[in-house]
């Protein structure tokens, strides 16, 4: 493009028309009806679903963690424990497991998440949480001695 | 009609040939380095042949160079990978270094993977060690040979005591005590 | 037909749950069998009453820990372990992994294709019938997992686009991360678990 005057070079924008207009039709091409033939409702639509992909990107993450405490507190509850004494208790024993590995185990390997619950439960009754007044019934944690219980 | 697979597809992670569980064995066969030996957008390119090539040909002896000069075009490297992928990187007016840092990347990846999106970030074959966790895991086998209609079992779980009931121990509770006051007095 | 699968499925379950109690009478585990309200209800008193008990106990628990420790052994020495399947810290992210298994990190991670590592932060390990768990990592060199890198590459395109309407702001950015594809080639309890008593080397606690 040659540009003779100042106002032809503010008016330029960018490459060619077809060029740019092609861009946004490529990515609107999976579009129903006239967002995906018509230019001022493709770019329309095309914008904000790249929005909402930049948006969806985070969200997801939380989603995520979301599902993962219902997991988590699903798994504790069918031992009578609440969440928030479960993950204290794990966190005074300092047990560092994150929600997407609770969760996982929770599904996949129940027994070692019933141990985990189990050394949680017996450290809210060593610490004496408001809750877990008492220890549990079923109870078979070996290696007590790390709790310091007398 | 949803096309929208048709742009990007999704997957999981998978390593061709089942790579890494003996021995490594890395993936680019071949690439190719098209340039071109007088325009100035291939000039980071003839400045890596110059300076690099022959090392990296050296330290990677499984991986076949090729060189190929083409007039008045944009230089383009090639990959060639053990499963039939090929990946086409224009390097139009890149420098040197960068130009050896594509190539590292093409070295180092397994196939194209600008034309996946990763839905997971792990696999595994056994999900599960222990057996996964089953609604019946946790419950009594009372249930099987339970009989319904069963008014036990048809009872809500966590009914809450009315107000009268509580009402009623309370009263119980007072009795008890009474009674306890009256036998001590006796006692005495 | 579909009715013929249907109730064959519902045998099948029938089977299973009636082999259940029997395997679960010979693990030990006859009273975390009933239901959660039940034991909500019948918790017995609390079995620490008084501190001559609470020695005792404590003593008791050495006794059974140690044997506990004494078995696992005796199935690592008998290699009838079975498989094994660690949780590993790498990289600020948690991955439960067992061999053959392949993880990616993402960002940027310096080792190169065809490394062959060693994953040391492992938070839990564990079998069919045991779990080590680590406070908050197990010992080092207990349990070694090792694995090779095996691919190094860029993410897909990653478009970040922000609009706000009729404020004539519009950004567009386009991104690829570095993502490393490690493969998990064994996982093995290299030591057998001691139980010294002594807390400091006590740092896993051992659970059947």
Redesign the interface.
Known sequence: MVFLNIPLLVRARGPDEFWRKRRIFK?A??YRSRTRNVYSFAIRSV?RA??Y??KG?KLKKLDMTELWTTRVEA?C????LPLEAFKEGLAR??????K??LA?????????F???V??SRERA?VEGFPDI??????????????LK?? | M???H??LKSGFPRAPLQNGLGRYVCQLQRITLKFCKNNGSSRGMRDFIENHLVDFAKENPGIVVYVKPRRHRTPVLVGEYLNGEREWLSCRNSTQDEISKWIDLLKTQNGSSSSLRLRKMWHTDV???????TPF??RSPDALSQKYPSSEASKPLDAPTTATEKLIELFKQQKLEDEADISKKHAK | MAFLGQTMRHLCRQVQVSQRPLYLAGA??S??LTP??A??Q???????SS?TS??D??KN??K??QS?CERINQQVAQSEQGRL?A?VHLCGK?F?ITPGDIILVEGYWPPTIGDEIRLDKV??A?ARDF?L????ILEAGLVTVKATVIEKTLTHT??????KRRKQY?R?NFQRSPNTMIRINSIELAQPVV?D?T?QE?S?????
Not at chain 3, 42 to 48: L, T, Y
Not at chain 3, 158 to 163: I, L, Q, V
């Open positions: 990515l091409a999976h914008h790249l929005a992909a930049t990107r798994g509850q069918q031992y009578g024993t300092d047990v560092l497991l994150n997407k590995m996982d185990l929770a599904i996949w390997e129940p027994r070692s019933e141990a985990l189990r050394i009754a007044k008492q220890r549990s019934a079923f109870n078979q944690v070996y290696g007590l001695s790390n219980l007398d | 949803s096309n929208s048709l742009f999900p599960s060690i222990q057996g996964p966790w895991m946790l | 030990m585990r009273l975390s959660a309200c034991q909500q019948n918790k017995p008193k609390p079995i620490v501190t609470a020695l106990v404590a628990e050495q059974e820990c506990i399947f949780v948690q439960k938070l839990l564990g779990t768990i680590g406070r908050p990653k478009t970040h686009f922000k609009k519009m567009i139980d008593g807390e006590e896993s606690k051992r659970l059947f």
